[in-house]
């Protein structure tokens, strides 16, 4: 369904048939949309109203530029206006990856909205890249090793292409094979596609490039998704001080590539691997261990690790997701 409040139309996948219960609202994550969480929402028991939402400039919600300066509030505001115009209160939020920064960033600041959060592979409470140590101080002020400037540019084109080949390292076929997922699962032409419906750009993926002159030479700009993500913009410091505090699901495959202590697609890791030339010896943000500091300080929380499991627990451990989801739901 199409849903239009006062930033933008917004689409809402949903499931035939289930129109009351309690709401549970999926946030994908970067290049994916709302399709992503197709059969985890089909699976959800009954007693429950799952809504899956497309986030701007994904899928087919509007396409409306991405202010990176708000962090991913663009995003998360987004979120609470669909919540209030279809009149629910005390939603259970689920986000994966730069969906579960979204999650966060409105219990942040809606917290009595929320009857449970689960985290699915979430990005750090300090953004993808640029941070080091476990409070997530920065590497350097301007946020360097992090925003649009880190993206593959031969994936960003093939992206923009609607490139569904595998001839490529970097097609998006590809780095769904290599990173969204260890194993490959079933339907793969259905998420690729669905990574294909990304608005390319300045004011989408990956966003402007910035420049630093601190190593690697890149920073966060001011628009687009990578920049938003960048730690000079979103940055939860102050969760443990909300109330209320709903209870925290945090589900991870234990061999993510994406959201990792030694994540392959940190320009810090890279450089420290050789990867990327001229490394000054910066450490790898440590993007699981921030996650847990700032889940041991909020409180109320758990920690599910799948094995054998990348970063998309919901597609590659379909069964386990949902009954780790479900005994959440229920308990909240």
């Known amino acids: 369904m199409k849903i239009t409040t006062s930033r933008l139309t917004q689409n809402v996948l949903t499931v035939e048939g289930r129109t009351t219960g309690e709401p549970v609202l999926f946030v994908h994550g970067n290049v994916s949309s709302g399709a992503f969480w197709r059969d985890t929402m089909a699976a959800l028991p009954e007693g429950y109203r799952p809504l899956a939402v497309d986030l701007r400039g994904f899928g087919d919600t509007d396409p409306a530029p991405v202010d990176a300066t708000r962090g991913l509030r663009d995003y998360s505001d987004d ?3 669909l919540l209030a115009a279809l009149d629910l209160d005390r939603v259970h939020l689920v986000g994966w990856s730069m969906g579960g920064g979204v999650v966060l960033q409105a219990l942040r600041d809606r917290p009595a909205l929320v009857r449970s959060v689960t985290l699915v592979n979430p990005v750090s409470p300090y953004g993808f890249g640029g941070t080091e140590d476990l409070s997530g101080r920065l590497t350097h002020p301007d946020g360097a090793g992090a925003g649009a400037g880190a993206a593959n540019p031969d994936f960003v084109a093939r ?3 609607g490139d569904l080949s595998d001839e490529s390292p970097t097609s998006p076929r590809n ?10 699962v079933p339907d793969e032409d259905f998420y690729v596609r669905s990574m294909l419906t990304t608005r390319v750009g300045e004011a989408h993926y990956p966003g402007d490039a910035a420049s630093s002159d601190a190593w690697p030479g890149v920073a966060p700009g001011k628009g687009g998704v990578l920049n938003a993500l960048g730690p000079t913009r979103f940055r939860v410091d102050d969760l443990h001080e909300i109330e209320p505090k709903p209870p925290v699901l945090w589900i991870r495959g234990a061999d993510d590539v994406i959201v990792s202590d030694t994540s392959l697609f940190d320009l810090a890791h890279l450089g420290a691997l050789g990867v990327v030339p001229g490394s000054p010896g ?7 261990g921030q996650t847990r500091a700032a889940l041991e300080r909020y409180g ?3 920690e599910a690790v799948l094995d054998d499991c990348g970063h998309s627990p919901h597609l590659e451990r379909p069964e386990d997701f949902v009954r780790l989801l479900t005994e959440h739901l229920r308990e909240a």
């Open 79 to 81: 979120v609470l206006e």
């Open 175 to 184: 780095v769904f094979r290599s990173a969204y997922v260890k194993n490959a």
């Open 300 to 302: 109320p929380y758990r």
């Open 159 to 161: 992206l923009k292409a």
């Open 282 to 288: 910066t450490p790898a943000q440590p993007m699981v």
